[in-house]
């Protein structure tokens, strides 16, 4: 159980377009999902803290208006880089809490390598 | 706030060795505790996790991790390497209660040899 399923996987996009990336909990309620960003070579990054039906939460440094996270529904929350430039390129990881009916703790999304070009 | 240590960065054993990852944390009182492991392009996969109770915890992938409140540590132990581990290994905290964001070290980057 807690399964999180992240789409797409990889992509590459032009510069000054937007990619969204999609997160979706297939087996339970995720009320809250957390976004990461991984650059090479590093640890993972938090980003923001997205809630059902409220607003975003984002990290200090992170700039809200780049990157727009969505949780409109309590198994969908999406991350959308706009206007992509290449220093985007990254390894983006979402994950979601799951601490009922049982505590699985802290289930990750397999990432979303975006290469801007 | 709480932090996660990994003093080794980057570690080599040979195949059937065995394997310590080291890990501290800092924070006053007992966060939830995880190891990770990411294979290369690829998410994360949850090795093992401690929340309460028996200090030793035995995992996935026979890795076991034992957490020592006295020494603000969770090392990550397997006593027979397979090559299949080479990988990075991420300890991770986060704060017990409700939904919490999870700090990882900045990882250990193992290299196993034949």
């Known amino acids: 159980g807690a399964v999180v399923s992240q789409h797409p996987s990889r992509v590459i996009c032009k510069s000054g377009t937007s990619v969204k990336i999609e997160c979706r909990s297939l087996?339970?309620?995720?009320?809250?999902m957390f976004w990461y960003r991984q650059f090479p070579k590093q640890s993972l990054m938090l980003m923001a803290t997205?809630?059902?039906?409220?607003?975003?939460?984002?990290e200090q440094g992170v700039e809200k208006d780049k990157f727009l996270i969505n949780h409109a529904s309590l198994t969908l929350s999406t991350l959308t880089v706009t206007s992509a430039h290449p220093e985007d390129s990254s390894f983006y990881i979402c994950?979601?809490?799951?601490?009922?009916?049982?505590?699985?703790?802290?289930?990750f999304g397999s990432g979303t390598r975006l290469t801007v070009v | 706030a709480q932090s996660v240590t990994q003093p080794d960065i980057h570690i080599t054993v040979s195949e059937g060795a065995s394997l310590e990852l080291r890990c501290n944390y800092s924070?006053?009182?007992?966060?939830?505790l995880f190891w990770y492991v990411q294979s290369p392009g690829q998410g994360l996969q949850l090795l093992l996790k401690?929340?309460?109770?028996?200090?030793l915890v035995q995992g996935i992938k026979g890795f076991e991790a034992e957490f020592k409140r006295s020494q603000s540590s969770f090392n990550l132990r397997k006593p027979s390497v397979h090559w299949s581990d080479a990988a990075e290994y991420f300890c991770?905290?986060?704060?017990?209660?409700?939904?919490?964001?999870?700090?990882f070290g900045i990882g250990t980057k193992l290299q196993v040899i034949p």
């Open positions: 401690y929340f309460s109770g028996d200090t």
């Open positions: 997205s809630n059902e039906g409220s607003k975003a939460t984002y």
């Open positions: 994950s979601a809490p799951r601490t009922a009916p049982t505590n699985y703790g802290y289930t």
């Open positions: 087996d339970f309620q995720a009320t809250t």
């Open positions: 991770a905290v986060a704060l017990s209660g409700g939904y919490q964001k999870v700090t």
């Open positions: 924070y006053g009182a007992t966060p939830y």
